[in-house]
């Protein structure tokens, strides 16, 4: 038995307080990691209409058979006009429902009297989600006029694809991800119409709205 | 023995092959109308593309024959300023511009002359005459209310709007009337020089028959005549409305529709303004055109179109414009020059008609 006291190397002593702090680091770096991607943001695609120009890439190169984008109408910045340039056709013949007489070329905006007023009949025109295929072609026609119309990712149908055909194809690069609980854009003006709005109490469908938008 | 076949007589073999012949030639007069309605069919092209039936196609609209117009840009004037408002002509053919707290004065030439800082944003703009009462004297419009500058740019008078809701787009002068239009409200104020509220012209009153205005969006031009009548555009009808300075509807004039002599779209024209013979020059968004319409509104001419305005056939439907609009507010000065605002370069375009 050797009764002779252990030396200490000072520096084999340092190496394995190195060991052991590098090992300490590892875990803790690899810990961190872990928990961070737990806590991460969900993220979805969504296209800007500040930058959109309405090319029809929307129509074309979504994965689904049915483009996830949908035009959506801000009614606070419709005319209500008869003549809608973002319903009726630039030649159209008569002012009314024809096919023929209509933009969409899948007929899905929906053209509903109101009233009329000091000699003018007024219409209010909304989107029949099922029927739209994003290809944008009123969006550019209310464009001429007051811009409503505007195209947005539907996230009931959009599958959230690591790579969103559609974005890589955009050519002014309107796609991005935003968080999942803020999921929608507004165009600037209509953005700014809407928070002047939800100052008023008794619009609650406003604030409603301005929870889901993006507000960079 | 007699031969078993059967010999077919003569004239039942006739009979077969005038049938034969029928039968084809039926197939060749329907093989030839369907290869003619093949090849006149003006939708078999959109057929071969299933994606053509997704764009918007406006080449017809923006395209103007260069035989239809008769000016052309004889000057360019550039406006150091961020956001021009507003265009006007005064004495001497001078012209000022307004927007940005301030109103920049040119000369006929376009040499710059004077500018004036204000203490509201200018909306609207207009210059007297240069003779009593007017004076050459401005008289600008904002959401602060109304402010008359003498001839030297000093401030004469101001007073408050009346309404809160008003939204100022137009102010016109004729000898001691001032009239300012009010898309908020959609009517006509008619103040005196002083600033009291005289009336409202184009208010729905069926008693009186006037129509009233239809203004869906914030373009709402006017301009008075020396004559006592004023003439404002109702763009929500597509049309160029005369009332008489106490308000009575006088007449109208204009037709929606896509064609060079209609107003476009759902909101036009949106600027207006009347050479000294009475003859009406028009401004319209949208598809930008500048047309110039008889007194009892036949049109007569074309200043300039889309491609004279320097706006892109790209650019027009291009959503993202927003508040950089192609609207060209407009003047008109004593040689018969058309004066464009063209807001998106900080410049104005004047066109003059080609001799």
Known sequence: MNDQPVKNDRREFIQDGLRVAGLVTLGAAGGFLVGRQGEAEETVWQLDPNKCIACKNCATHCVLDESAVKCVQFFDMCGYCDICTGYFDPNYRELNTAAENQMCPTGAIRRTFIEEKAGQKFFEYTIDADACVGCGKCVKGCALMNGSFYLQVSHDRCLNCNECAIAVSCPTQAFDRLPANRPYRLKSPALALLKRKVKHPSHQDARDLLSQVYDP | ?355
């Open chain 2, 1 to 355: 023995m007699p031969n078993p076949t059967h010999e077919i007589p003569v004239s039942q073999v006739r009979v077969l092959a005038v049938r034969g012949l029928i039968a084809a030639f039926i197939v060749l007069l329907a093989g030839l109308v369907m290869f003619i309605v093949m090849r006149t069919d003006p939708w078999s092209g959109e057929t071969s593309d299933p994606t053509t039936r997704l764009s918007l196609h406006l080449t017809e609209q923006v395209e103007i024959d260069p035989q239809l117009i008769d000016y052309q840009q004889v000057a360019l004037i550039d406006v150091p300023m961020q956001q021009l408002r507003a265009i006007a002509s005064g004495p001497q053919d001078r012209i000022y511009v307004a927007g940005d707290r301030a109103i920049h004065q040119f000369g006929a030439d376009g040499e710059p002359q004077e500018v004036v800082t204000l203490d509201c944003n200018p909306q609207c703009l207009v210059v007297g005459h240069a003779d009593p009462p007017e004076a050459g004297r401005l008289f600008v419009g904002s959401s602060g209310g109304i402010r008359i500058l003498g001839a030297d740019l000093q401030v004469l008078a101001s007073w408050p709007l009346p309404d809160e809701n008003m939204i100022l787009t137009s102010i016109a002068v004729a000898g001691d009337n001032i009239f300012v239009a009010d898309a908020g409200n959609r009517v006509v104020w008619r103040f005196s020089e002083t600033g009291e509220v005289l009336g409202q012209i184009g208010k729905t009153d069926g008693l009186r028959q006037v129509p009233g205005f239809v203004i869906p969006s914030q373009y709402f031009d006017i301009v008075a005549g020396s004559e006592g009548l004023l003439t404002c555009v109702n763009p929500g009808k597509l049309q160029v409305s005369t009332f008489s300075f106490e308000g009575d509807f006088g007449t109208s004039w204009g037709r929606a529709g896509s064609s060079l002599a209609d107003f476009f779209g759902c909101c036009n024209p949106s600027h207006i303004a009347r050479f000294s013979d009475g003859r009406f020059v028009t401004s319209e968004r949208g598809i930008p055109r500048i047309k110039v319409y008889t007194e009892t509104g036949e049109l007569e001419s074309v200043v300039a179109g889309p491609q004279q305005l320097g706006v892109s056939q790209r650019s027009v439907g291009d959503p993202r414009q927003g508040i950089n609009e192609p609207v060209f507010d407009i003047a008109v000065d004593s040689q018969a020059r058309v004066l464009a605002l063209d807001s998106r370069s900080g410049t104005v375009r004047i066109f003059a008609r080609i001799e």
